[in-house]
DNA sequence: CGAGATGTTGAGACATGTCAAAGCCAGTGG
DNA sequence: CCACTGGCTTTGACATGTCTCAACATCTCG
């Protein structure tokens, strides 16, 4: 998973070509498609075609709206994504956090019109696949048709994990885990994150309160498991969060 | 979606030729794809080939276990069937309940093992879709493709509504609904519906404990919004449910 | 009829939410 | 440099929805 030299990657006109980019498509969600030989090599030419790379987009900039015409999934290149949904009510419900390399999107497909917001965290970059194009190829290349399937299937698992009723600690210390796998996977440390988001959405997506994430927090620092500095936060004890969110992360 | 005489269905070996089979395909997940013209005729019969009828099962037996090899997916035929995670500590939590027609198991794909249980709620019989041959017949009939990204994605619109954080009023009525709507299409009548689970089923579903699904059944009916009488659920006020329910159900 | 599920009801406990106030920090403008 | 503003976070006191536990009612089926 590491970034290596001299492996395929996917160009594009905008590509500038520096390692930034060369990493980023190793860890991408799409990378194994472009990395594995043994393809059609005229169709990964059509793959590499079919990217986009837009625009930076600033902090609370939205990437597609709940109610817009399904046309396209995006790759996070940079920065952080949230998906949320507005409820009849008014109120907000946070639906997931996305990083670099992976993919928002898909869950557009069953009414044809996306059914939630997505919204930048900070400054974000995307690489945009138009779905009609995208679904073409995955006829004609089957890892491509793998690689969806298999990302939806894994939407699906997640979407259930946080289905299920946990209490805030459980919940709490399964989204630092998770958060911590994430960032690793993409080469930051392990037990150093930095929320890039306000208590307020954490507490969102947990479906707590933010006082309760605030308490949690706090708690969890008394107990050594772990130590807040504003929106740093270290992992002191990994291991003893893991066996609070056994339950969550079924394993 | 009623059915009708004369249009294509999927043969099988075992199939009787009785109406009652003819019914079940043009309300299947898949039932659109053998419906519509225009496929390469080799490419459907191959779908007909690789569609095997189970055995009756009987309530409680398992049509696939948690960890099992990802191998195949499921169409339920007849009978209900519910899903369920067992987590580290024995609880249950139930994930879904599935009706003829629709389909089990394509959250197997991400881990390539099944992350959950499927359980016969009563005597239940099932088309079972070999998942390697589906996907490279996937790649030659668009049809196939489209159908299973789509059920996919509203998979995981679904699993993100019940992680809602919604009142239990809003919970239940949504519950409801959602089975009248689905026991509907299959030609049930909407409003008097036929629960096959225990009352536990359906609290653990709902993220709830069994007395409380008790109590607000009790006080629905006392609102004169359904009557109950066991199993039996008759809806006499389907608007001020849906309005119980409009955050849940996004409309 | 009896035994074991399943379902209902009530009383009390508890986790989490709500409300209100105060602290903290970053940025702005004087 | 300071005071001010506004967003975010923390903390405390209190309210409440849902759970837990226990008893009882009901149904199913041998």
């Known amino acids: 998973m590491s970034p290596q030299g001299g492996v395929l990657r996917w160009p594009s006109p905008q590509d500038q070509g520096d390692g930034d980019i060369q990493r980023f ?7 194994r498609v472009c990395l594995t030989d043994g393809y059609d090599k005229r169709a990964l030419e059509d793959l590499h075609c079919l990217v986009e790379h837009t625009a930076p987009m600033h902090a609370g900039e939205e990437v597609f709206r ?7 999934i995006y790759a996070v290149r940079a920065g952080m994504v949230k998906t949320r949904r507005i409820d009849e009510q008014g109120r907000e419900q946070i639906l997931g956090f996305f990083l670099p390399g992976e993919l928002i999107g898909l869950n557009g497909l069953y009414t044809a019109r996306y ?5 930048a965290l900070d400054t974000v970059t995307l690489c945009r696949f138009s779905f009609p194009q995208l679904s073409v190829l995955a006829t004609r290349l089957p ?3 793998e690689t969806l399937f298999r990302l939806m299937s894994k939407d699906i698992v997640n979407a259930a994990l946080l289905g299920g009723d946990y209490s805030a600690d459980e919940r709490l210390a399964a989204f630092l885990l998770n958060l911590s796998d994430r960032f690793a996977e993409r080469g930051y440390s392990a037990t150093r994150l930095h929320l890039m ?5 954490i507490a969102n997506y947990l479906r707590l309160a933010p006082e309760t994430v605030s308490r949690v927090l706090r708690r969890f620092q008394d ?4 130590e807040v500095d504003k929106r740093e936060v270290h992992l002191r004890s990994p291991e003893r969060l893991k066996h609070l969110a056994r339950c969550v992360l079924q394993q």
């Open 143 to 145: 890892g491509i048709q």
């Open 115 to 119: 059914p939630c917001d997505a919204v």
């Open 223 to 226: 107990d050594g498991l772990i």
């Open 197 to 201: 988001m306000p208590r307020s959405d």
């Open 25 to 31: 498509c190793t860890t991408c969600a799409f990378g």
């Open 66 to 72: 709940h109610g817009e015409p399904f046309a396209a």
